[in-house]
């Protein structure tokens, strides 16, 4: 399966704890995005990546997080410190801008829970 | 700002009966057009898009959508529904130039036997 992957899939955490997420976007694709998703809602953009190059993180909730994408491949979502309201489904996405290919490929999410 | 309105928390279905999911769009331009679904503990996979031209899209699962600009609408329909198709629906906008997703609140559908 070439799909996006992401790890781990669930992650429970006391409050206070630093966590990393991981995505693995499909191999062709140059751009991924982080979502985050609460209860209820749609899921909410937080950051994307062309290559190595962060182009959009003024949505990011906080400087408690942050985002990397260090060899244009796989990218990391790390939240310090985390509170209770952290607690989300976290989604990442990839696409290839290429020829007007634009569509949104996500992964199956990590789930985070904040005690 | 551009916001997506699925007015729709809640349908319930009846297999085999047609479906249709309701989206309206906010924005002064019309913008890309998507409908993902998302199954429970599951990623949201894409049904369907419009980026320009026949505003009555195909999707897969024998979904189909179609844009209505005087309405700013982009609806969801399927003819038949299946008991599988019970999930949660999500339609997305991206402005044109733009390379996020601004997404509804979603439509939980229910399909009865």
């Known amino acids: 399966d070439t799909g996006v992957s992401q790890d781990p899939r669930h992650k429970i955490t006391k409050r206070g704890q630093n966590v990393t997420f991981r995505c693995d976007p499909i191999s062709e694709h140059n751009r991924l995005y982080w979502y985050r998703q609460t209860l209820g809602q749609g899921p909410e953009f937080l950051t994307y990546?062309?290559?190595?190059?962060?182009?959009?993180k003024s949505r990011l909730l906080s400087d408690r997080f942050s985002a990397e994408r260090p060899k244009g491949s796989f990218s990391t979502l790390e939240i310090q410190r985390t509170e209770q309201g952290d607690s989300a489904m976290y989604l990442c996405?990839?696409?290839?801008?290429?020829?007007?290919?634009?569509?949104?490929?996500f992964g199956p999410g990590t789930r985070l829970t904040v005690l | 700002a551009q916001s997506v309105t699925q007015p729709d928390i809640h349908i319930t279905v009846s297999e085999g009966a047609s479906l249709e999911l309701r989206c309206n769009y906010s924005y002064g331009a019309t913008p890309y057009l998507f409908w993902y679904v998302q199954s429970p503990g599951q990623g949201l996979q894409l049904l369907l898009k419009y980026f320009s031209g026949d505003t009555l899209v195909q999707g897969i699962k024998g979904f189909e959508a179609e844009f209505k600009r005087s309405q700013s609408s982009f609806n969801l329909r399927k003819p038949s529904v299946h008991w599988s198709d019970a999930a949660e629906y999500f339609c997305?906008?991206?402005?044109?130039?733009?390379?996020?997703?601004?997404f509804g609140k979603g439509t939980m559908l229910l399909v009865s036997p």
């Open positions: 990546f062309q290559n190595e190059a962060q182009l959009e």
């Open positions: 996405a990839s696409s290839l801008a290429l020829g007007g290919r634009i569509e949104q490929f």
């Open positions: 997305a906008v991206m402005r044109s130039g733009y390379s996020t997703l601004t």
